[in-house]
Every structure is written in C-alpha cells, then in structure tokens.
C-alpha cells in the first residue's frame, strides 16, 4: 500500500477545471517534487492533499485512509510557505512552539521539541529575536522548524525557496535534502525550477494543463520523455526540436529530411508506415561544432551564430537554421567561436522522435532512436 494515494482527482472552479483525473502515488519516505509553469495546477493539488482546498471528484487516501474530508489539522501533514508565515510579534521560540502551544501540550514536551527542531537547523542562538530581525534564510528555517515540531507524516512544500537569492537557494537545498535524510518523513515539494526539482527529488512529477504529465526519478524522465512537453521542461538548456518531414519508414530505419530547412539523416528507429511531419529531439551537449577539415557522418547542419553565452569553462551558442529554427549547443573553451556562421553535427544515438500531437514516437522493440 502506497502512503499516498491520489486517485481520479480533480478540480473545478465553477466551468474552470485547474486539475483533471490526477493519478498518483507516493511511498513512505519519498522526497517528490512537483514541478511545472505557472497555472498548472501544482499548488493546488498540494494544498488539496494539505486538506486546504476542496476535492471535486476523486480521493486522496493517507496511509489507507480516505481523507477527503479530514480537517487539514487532523491529516497529519505540515505546510511550509513560500511567504514564511512567521508572527512578526513572536519570538522565534513562539512561532515555533505556537501549534504545540495552541494544542496545549505541556511546556516541558514543547521546550523539548523546539530545542531538537533548533538544532537541527541551526536556530539556537536565535530564539529570543523576531522575525524581523532575521535574513530570509534564517525565516525559513522557523518555518521549517514550525512543522518539525508537530512531528508530522507528511511535509508538504510550496515554493518555500522562491523569495531567496540564488547563493541563498543551493545552500537551502542541501539544507532541505540533509533534513531529509535525517528525518526519513515523506516530503512533497512545489516548484517551477527544474533544476530544484532535478536537485531534490527522488520521483519527479511534471504537470502541465492540470495533469500529470509523467512521473519517475529525475534521470528517467530526462533521458526518456514521454512527450515534447516533458522533454522541453526538463533539462537547462532545454532540449532543440527541429522539425523535420519523413522520407522513408523502412524495417529497422527511419529516413528524415529538411531538417531545419536542409539536414538529412537517417535513424534506426523501426516505426513501418510513419509518414509526414515530426520533430527530432537533440539536447545542447548531442550538438558539436564540425572543426576545420572534419568530414562527420550523418546530420549536419548550419547556422548563423545569434548569442554565445560565456560561463567560463564552456560556452551556450545560439544559432539559427536555414528555416529560422533556433538550436543551441554546448562548446568548450578552445572552440573557435569568432565566424558567424557555423556548421553543427548531431550524434544521432541520442536524438528523440516527436510526433504532431506532441507525443514520443518509440520504435516496435521501444527504442527511440
């Protein structure tokens, strides 16, 4: 039996859905992170599973139980904000202890909670100051240590890291997956950064329109995609898609032409009768630059240089095609980046079919390319 169990959950605001026929599930332990844009619905079903919003159709199931409709303070689940939270008039001994104060548990048991939860995160020698007196980091780790202290089943995060700079934010990620590791309890985690997500999580779940667009460990859903939507959203740089049209669907082969406006390739991809257009997929680091006097085999492609971004050790050149498609590739120091037109070679063992409605195109034994 999972720990958590969503089934056919969805969610409307009168003619609006936000979340449609959402199934998952999350064992015990689990650090999961949900991850898309804007409006797609993963806060909502995080609050949803919290208690703090209303089910439409479908149940969300807890250990076994069905708790549709549980109070949130009952579910045995803590929420950490994205906005703290905190009691601005409260010390930090009060905004951590206040849910064991307001249940009234004896002040003994609650100074004892609040001291492991402090020095799990490091907030001894803050304890007597206000929030206002703190750094964003030093808030959220209250806000942390407010749910530590109830000891729940569950911690559910959302976009608890969104207000911190960047420095600010890999150090808080470490400090999230080293509280993870010590405490074992089930965490659930929003987010719209890809590369937080890839950072935390155990299983990745990536959602868009309101559904579940594919769940599984980071690396699955980055190396095998189930659609265009998840090959674009995870990875930085995101994947190039040029659009390409077939030429020939043989036994073992799969021929594609005009790829971005002139590049040929073939693919041993077996899919009998594919015909029409498609997008191949070929992440940033599967492109090179063709040296001078190089000769490489299969698609080659070029293209007018639009940016290069300098990050010190390697470089991110924009190009566009001959049909006004833009690619990107990854480049090493010692590349000759100064012509403004260069020529790009793909290692094809990597390359991605995609087809009009978005969907991976596999071949009958499964593999993509």
Same mark, same amino acid.
């Given at each position: 039996?999972?720990?958590?169990?969503?089934?056919?959950?969805?969610?409307?605001?009168?003619?609006?859905?936000?979340?449609?026929?959402?199934?998952?599930?999350?064992?015990?332990?689990?650090?999961?992170?949900?991850?898309?844009?804007?409006?797609?619905?993963?806060?909502?079903?995080?609050?949803?599973?919290?208690?703090?919003?209303?089910?439409?159709?479908?149940?969300?199931?807890?250990?076994?139980?069905?708790?549709?409709?549980?109070?949130?303070?009952?579910?045995?689940?803590?929420?950490?904000?994205?906005?703290?939270?905190?009691?601005?008039?409260?010390?930090?001994?009060?905004?951590?202890?206040?849910?064991?104060?307001? +249940?009234?548990?004896? =002040?003994?048991?609650?100074?004892?909670?609040? &001291? !492991? %939860?402090?020095?799990? $995160?490091?907030?001894?020698? @803050?304890?007597?100051?206000?929030?206002?007196?703190?750094?964003?980091?030093?808030?959220?780790?209250?806000?942390?240590?407010?749910?530590?202290?109830?000891?729940?089943?569950?911690?559910?995060?959302?976009?608890?890291?969104?207000?911190?700079?960047?420095?600010?934010?890999?150090?808080?990620?470490?400090?999230?997956?080293?509280?993870?590791?010590?405490?074992?309890?089930?965490?659930?985690?929003?987010?719209?950064?890809?590369?937080?997500?890839?950072?935390?999580?155990?299983?990745?779940?990536?959602?868009?329109?309101?559904?579940?667009?594919?769940?599984?460990?980071?690396?699955?859903?980055?190396?095998?995609?189930?659609?265009?939507?998840?090959?674009?959203?995870?990875?930085?740089?995101?994947?190039?898609?040029?659009?390409?049209?077939?030429?020939?669907?043989? +036994?073992?082969?799969? =021929?594609?032409?005009?790829?971005?406006?002139? &590049? !040929? %390739?073939?693919?041993? $991809?077996?899919?009998?009768? @594919?015909?029409?257009?498609?997008?191949?997929?070929?992440?940033?680091?599967?492109?090179?630059?063709?040296?001078?006097?190089?000769?490489?085999?299969?698609?080659?492609?070029?293209?007018?240089?639009?940016?290069?971004?300098?990050?010190?050790?390697?470089?991110?050149?924009?190009?566009?095609?001959?049909?006004?498609?833009?690619?990107?590739?990854?480049?090493?120091?010692?590349?000759?980046?100064?012509?403004?037109?260069?020529?790009?070679?793909?290692?094809?063992?990597?390359?991605?079919?995609?087809?009009?409605?978005?969907?991976?195109?596999?071949?009958?034994?499964?593999?993509?390319?």
């Amino acid at each position: 039996m999972a720990f958590l169990d969503i089934t056919s959950v969805s969610k409307s605001y009168g003619a609006q859905t936000v979340l449609e026929n959402v199934n998952l599930l999350i064992e015990k332990g689990e650090f999961v992170v949900f991850l898309g844009p804007s409006g797609c619905g993963k806060s909502t079903l995080l609050r949803m599973i919290s208690g703090l919003e209303t089910i439409t159709s479908g149940t969300i199931s807890i250990e076994g139980q069905v708790v549709n409709d549980i109070e949130p303070a009952a579910r045995g689940t803590a929420m950490v904000f994205q906005s703290y939270a905190l009691y601005p008039h409260m010390t930090i001994f009060q905004n951590v202890s206040f849910g064991l104060r307001m +249940a009234r548990k004896p =002040r003994e048991m609650i100074a004892k909670a609040v &001291g !492991q %939860a402090a020095a799990i $995160l490091k907030l001894d020698r @803050l304890m007597d100051r206000k929030p206002g007196q703190l750094s964003g980091g030093q808030k959220q780790r209250v806000a942390i240590g407010r749910a530590i202290v109830r000891e729940p089943r569950a911690f559910l995060f959302d976009e608890p890291l969104s207000n911190l700079d960047a420095e600010l934010r890999v150090q808080m990620r470490a400090e999230l997956m080293d509280l993870h590791r010590r405490l074992g309890t089930t965490m659930i985690y929003v987010t719209h950064d890809q590369v937080e997500a890839m950072t935390l999580a155990d299983k990745m779940v990536v959602m868009s329109g309101g559904r579940v667009q594919q769940a599984g460990p980071p690396l699955q859903l980055y190396d095998d995609p189930d659609n265009r939507f998840v090959a674009g959203f995870v990875g930085s740089p995101k994947m190039n898609f040029l659009p390409a049209q077939v030429v020939a669907s043989e +036994a073992g082969r799969l =021929r594609l032409s005009g790829i971005g406006g002139s &590049g !040929q %390739a073939d693919l041993p $991809l077996d899919v009998p009768g @594919l015909q029409g257009a498609v997008e191949l997929g070929l992440r940033p680091q599967h492109l090179h630059l063709v040296a001078p006097g190089e000769a490489p085999a299969g698609l080659v492609l070029e293209g007018r240089v639009v940016m290069v971004e300098e990050l010190g050790s390697e470089s991110f050149v924009h190009l566009d095609l001959a049909d006004g498609t833009r690619i990107t590739l990854r480049a090493g120091r010692e590349a000759d980046l100064a012509p403004s037109v260069l020529r790009v070679a793909a290692d094809l063992r990597h390359a991605l079919i995609f087809g009009p409605d978005g969907l991976r195109i596999r071949g009958r034994d499964g593999r993509a390319a």
